[in-house]
């Protein structure tokens, strides 16, 4: 199984990036899928959600400026980003889960400057 995100980069404050994340040896059709963030000395938090059904959760602090979608014909999931700040600044991880699985990509950086 891999999950691997790419897309990370640096940038200025109101700006916009895409993440992506192609996953591989899962039955893709199957999971849920997320973006979770890490800021430097703080704990992993949730970003986006994108459910099986289509339904879709956001952190408060994303809502409106991010948006998640994912390709079941490319298994890949994406987060796009606008209005970015430098509150997000953070590695950015993929997620696919089921109640049995738990799977992570490696991470993309996201820097934003003000």
């Known amino acids: 199984v891999q999950l691997q995100a790419s897309g990370g980069g640096s940038v200025q404050a109101g700006r916009s990036l895409r993440l992506s994340c192609a996953a591989s040896?899962?039955?893709?059709?199957?999971?849920?899928l997320g973006w979770y963030r890490q800021a430097p000395g703080k704990q992993r938090e949730l970003v986006a959600t994108?459910?099986?059904?289509?339904?879709?959760n956001y952190a408060d602090s994303v809502k409106g400026r991010f948006t998640i979608s994912r390709d079941n014909s490319k298994n890949t999931v994406y987060l796009q980003m606008t209005g970015l700040k430098p509150d997000d600044t953070a590695v950015y991880y993929c997620?696919?889960?089921?109640?049995?699985?738990?799977?992570w990509g490696q991470g993309t950086l996201v820097t934003v400057s003000s």
């Open positions: 997620n696919a889960r089921t109640w049995r699985n738990d799977f």
């Open positions: 040896g899962i039955d893709f059709n199957i999971y849920e």
């Open positions: 994108f459910g099986r059904g289509g339904s879709t």
